[in-house]
């Protein structure tokens, strides 16, 4: 069953946001990812979020570039939880991403990760944090590699 939506967008996204879908994979969590750009195609995006809940999702992972409206879109559309994952892209390189999606009024919160690929992996970590609540296998695969990285650091 299909647990998190990403979505993102624009196809030039896909390369960060798949590192999401493949480290949830490498967790047991099945995701989907979907292209669906809060300017261009916002009534479908609308749509998505709001069906999110009814479709099985518990979590929404929307990654973002430039302006980054997407996850504040997703917030405002469903009340599942989303993390926004800010794409570097422009001239700022992420750093405008970064403050449009953390500065979310009151009401309608995005959990906000690191620009680009260690905020699309530290995106998947959060959603199986919050599967691990209701799916015990998920929180031991999840503790398993926490484990793994304490013991990588402490080698070096």
């Given at each position: ?13 896909l ?19 979907r ?11 609308a ?17 973002a570039g ?6 504040g879109a ?8 989303v993390?926004?994952?800010p ?21 309608v919160?995005v ?5 680009g ?6 995106a998947?970590?959060?959603a199986?944090?919050?599967i691990?609540?209701?799916r ?16 990588d650091?402490?080698?070096?």
């Amino acid at each position: 069953m299909v647990e998190v939506g990403i979505v993102v967008g624009s196809k030039s996204d896909l390369p960060v946001m798949q590192k999401c879908a493949d480290t949830l994979a490498d967790l047991g969590v099945e995701s989907e990812i979907r292209v669906l750009s809060a300017h261009r195609t916002p009534a479908l995006m609308a749509e998505w979020a709001r069906t999110a809940r009814e479709r099985g999702l518990k979590v929404i992972v929307a990654g973002a570039g430039m302006a980054a409206h997407l996850p504040g879109a997703a917030a405002a559309w469903s009340t599942l939880p989303v993390i926004g994952v800010p794409i570097a892209s422009g001239h700022l390189n992420g750093l405008d991403s970064l403050l449009a999606i953390v500065q979310m009024p009151p009401g309608v919160p995005v959990a906000t990760v690191a620009v680009g690929e260690a905020g699309a992996k530290n995106a998947a970590y959060l959603a199986a944090e919050i599967i691990g609540l209701s799916r015990p296998e998920v929180a031991e695969a999840y503790e398993s590699l926490r484990r793994k990285f304490v013991e990588d650091a402490s080698k070096a």
